[in-house]
């Protein structure tokens, strides 16, 4: 009976140890980090030691649930980074868990998802109620030898001082540790910027410098032209540059950029500096788009509820083009085609595919591409507009399993071909595990994407097509790396020497693969810069 009390006890006692010293960032997952003395299990042990003890039992469980949950965050903090380079935001973020569960659902199936899901809700639910009767039990130990406790804190308490005088570190690591006490502080100012930040913002949102510009002074520049907005998912900087990854998409860039040079094709590429990282493509879409740096949930629900123009929406606004997106990701209600100004959105169900799914992916770039041809872009028009076309290509999305293969263009039919291909190709579950397939299977998958856009260019693009092509954002951190920036190639493709010759001052590269030294734009500057490149007159509203 005693052993097992002792046992309970230091199970107890090294539950709340790793709670207060737990890392919210994967990379201070090492033995040194918990090997450390944690200030906060010092000042705890004096006050439970002060307190009567009902007062104790009350104070005690209440820390303990606490602790627990400062716990809970710290993990929710070690995932956001592993996936999107940043912590989890305790006001803004619990809307992407739901995004979270979706891709669980479309990754693994339905089942999978909800067993994660219930069992992610239990472990929180676990790990603060056992944090809190922990330490219910470690006060009653304090309590029943009140004065060796008392001066084994003394004694602790000197040591700690000592160690942050003399710095004393073990692998690095400082020994003396706040680190709960840190994570408490900057939760706090996070809440606090976020709070702010929402009123900041949405001042700055009412501000736009073409808001009132008459649709006849919107790009004059390329009036009679065939204009296709592309982004392509988690096409980022690594993709182009990463020693291991860049070799195959750079062939691949390269052999694009011969094919359409032989077409009549030229391009100019650079870089832009994403407001997201390793996920959240919406964000990149709206900052792109709007000329707003939207890098939160917060920010983005400001801009689709308030009136500033996206680039999308001004085309439209001449009266000189009509506008459809081609969304194959979006797979339920999209009230942000009004913020677009699409006159027409084709989502998932309406393509026609009746292919397999590609994970997350609903069907395979090349079948969007080819429905977008002959649902939109191939038909006549009898209007005497030109067509403005927004197209999100979804092929390259984690988890990079199965990834489809090209296949004949006059093969797509439905999409039925690629039931043998999506069979073949690997297991998501296999890939997510294995970093250095991720890695490979990440690059293929940029591949595919860039080769189906260009095949698709090469084929039906006309003299008249200006086609602009960037990436969303980078990777997840697990496969860019943690500090890969959030740089995202673009580029602007066309036959008719004049649209070029209108960016000649940007400086970027010629051809599809920018320079490592190609100018860096922050995302939220393309807007006004494309616009004013194109003859667009500002007539601003201020707030």
Known sequence: MRTASVTLTVLAALLVHVCLVLPNVPSGLRPASFVRLPAEAIMGAVVLLSVPRRARVAVSATAGALLGLVAVVNLFDLGFNEFLGRGFNVILDWSLLDDARGYLRDTFGGPAEAGITIGAVLLIVLVIALVSLATVRLSALLAAHRARASRGALIVGTVWIACTALGLQVAGVPLASEHTATVLKAQARQMRDTLRDEAAFAKTARVDAFANTPGSELVPGLRGKDMIFTFIESYGRTAIEDPVIAPGVDRTLDRSNRALARAGYHAKSGWLTSATYGGGSWLGHSTTMSGLWVSSQQRYRTVMAGDHLSLTKMFRKTGAWDTVGVMPGVQKAWPEQKFYGLDKVY??????????????????????????????????????????????????????????????????????????????????????????????????????????????????????TVLVVLGDHQPIARVSGNHSGFDVPISIVAKDPKVLDKIASWNWTNGLRPAHNAPVWRMDAFRNRFLTAYGSTPHPKKD
């Open 347 to 464: 989502n998932a169900f309406q393509l026609g595919y009746k292919g397999p799914k590609f994970s997350w992916s609903t069907m395979p770039d090349q079948y969007a591409l080819e429905q977008f041809q002959k649902r939109v872009h191939g038909k006549k028009r009898t209007d005497g507009k030109q067509l403005m076309s927004l197209v999100i290509l979804t092929s390259s999305h984690q988890p990079w399993a199965p990834i489809p293969k090209m296949v004949g263009w006059d093969r797509l039919g439905d999409g039925s071909v690629f039931k043998g291909i999506e069979a073949a190709g690997n297991d998501p579950a296999d890939v997510i595990a294995d970093t250095a397939k991720s890695r490979q299977e990440y690059g293929k998958s940029v591949q595919y994407s860039v080769t189906a856009l260009a095949q698709w260019l090469e084929r039906y693009g006309t003299n008249d």
